[in-house]
């Protein structure tokens, strides 16, 4: 079994009343995660009961919220037991369903997963304030992918690893860079088996969330869609222009481009801007949570051409997965002159320029965008994130660190909180 760091939060949230509910895209993982701690709870002693609606049998019990306290009771009597529902997504209002059943008082423990559709359909947010705690489970993140390459045997010393066997380090981040970090993938060796699972894993998604779920009738348009945002991966879009190019109203295209969010297959990021005269306030950037899945839409699947907007994809995907549980929103920086900064990490308070570049650096670069942003807002640290070099240096106030990209790992935001 692949470790994931999700894993240790979610098992000591056991305890805690309120309902566990993971999320995320398909295939990322949620149902191992949930078998894994069933079979932990069991060998503990512990009462537990499983049901997945996606098969018949245990889609009956959700009938009605009697029906499936009758199961549970079946299972627990009135004595306390770890329920777990896989599929949450296949049941209609499905977060009103559980609000009626934990406000009982019941002393079952409910631990639930789900696709990001049940964001779309159910409304189980809104339905389970302060009854739930989500956790938002995605493919490998880079470390949890090369750690189970490695055998977990440099788990603390990642950095080390990679510079002592740079070849082989580098191996498997193209091969991370190529593939991405959906489990089956990983764990796949064949590149024929690789790229059979992904086509599995796209159609399911297209015709199970996108065309069953919500009911989205214009596949190729919203395909093409896909196929667009693939190639536009770190660049600033046009909405207009995207609505013309693959044919659908400026309405409908927001629709698609928010199921995409909310289904956890695209994340956009907004312009950074004080200035309204001098910046840039509109025109998104969106990159993809797994890069596997961008390249197979535009037919990259394991032969990627130009790896240096994947590299922002890839330190865009570090950097959100740093500002969990912080008060850091990711934003881009452009000025109408066209001076750019890949990502601005903002707390309303302090600031963090991260500048991005796909090159084995022997001395640091600064660039001119870089400085002018620097001089203009005058922040505690700026990051530029390359392939090998690591330095730091002084600029007026502000402490430049070039940083390798496996050293962003372990680089600890809270130095310009």
Known sequence: MIKRKLMEDIRKHLAKPEITLIVGPRQ???????????????RKGERTLYLNLDIEH????????????????LEFGKNKGYVFIDEIQRKEDAGLFLKGIYDMNFPYKFI??????????????????????VFELLTL???????YKTGYKYEERLADFFEIEKTKAFTLFE????????????????????????????????????????KIQK????????????????KTINLSEISTTIGVSLKTLKEYLWYLEKTFIVSKITPFFRNLRKELSKSPVYYFYDIGLRNFSIGEFGKVRDYSFIFKNFVYLVLLEKIKNTAFQIHFWRTKDK??????????????????????????????ALRSFMERYNP????????????????????????????????RLQTVI
């Not at 796909?358 to 640091?364: E, I």
């Open 58 to 73: 245990d889609k009956e019990h959700f009938h009605s919220q009697t029906s499936l306290l009758r199961r549970i009771e």
């Open 219 to 234: 596949l190729p348009e919203f395909s093409k869609l896909v196929k667009f945002l693939a190639d536009s991966v770190g």
């Open 380 to 411: 505690p640290e700026a990051l530029i994130v390359n392939l090998s070099l690591y330095e730091k240096s002084l600029i007026n106030n502000t402490e430049v660190i070039t940083i390798p990209f496996y050293k962003l790992i372990d680089y």
């Open 175 to 214: 091969e991370y860079m190529n593939f991405g970090g959906y489990p089956r993938i990983t764990l796949e060796e064949e590149l024929s088996e690789k790229l059979s699972l992904m086509n599995e894993i796209y159609q399911s998604y297209i015709e199970r969330d996108i065309y069953y779920l919500l």
């Open 112 to 133: 639930v997963s789900g696709s990001g559709s049940v964001e779309l359909k159910e409304r189980i947010h809104e339905s389970l304030v302060g009854r739930k705690r």
């Open 339 to 368: 001076a750019e900064i890949d990502f601005v990490l903002d707390t309303g308070v302090s600031l963090l320029p991260v500048e991005v570049k796909y090159k084995r650096l022997k001395n640091p670069e600064i660039p001119r």
């Open 141 to 147: 993140s880079f470390d949890e992918f090369i750690n």
């Open 28 to 42: 990322a993982g949620k149902t191992t995660i949930m078998k894994a701690l069933e079979e932990e709870l069991k």
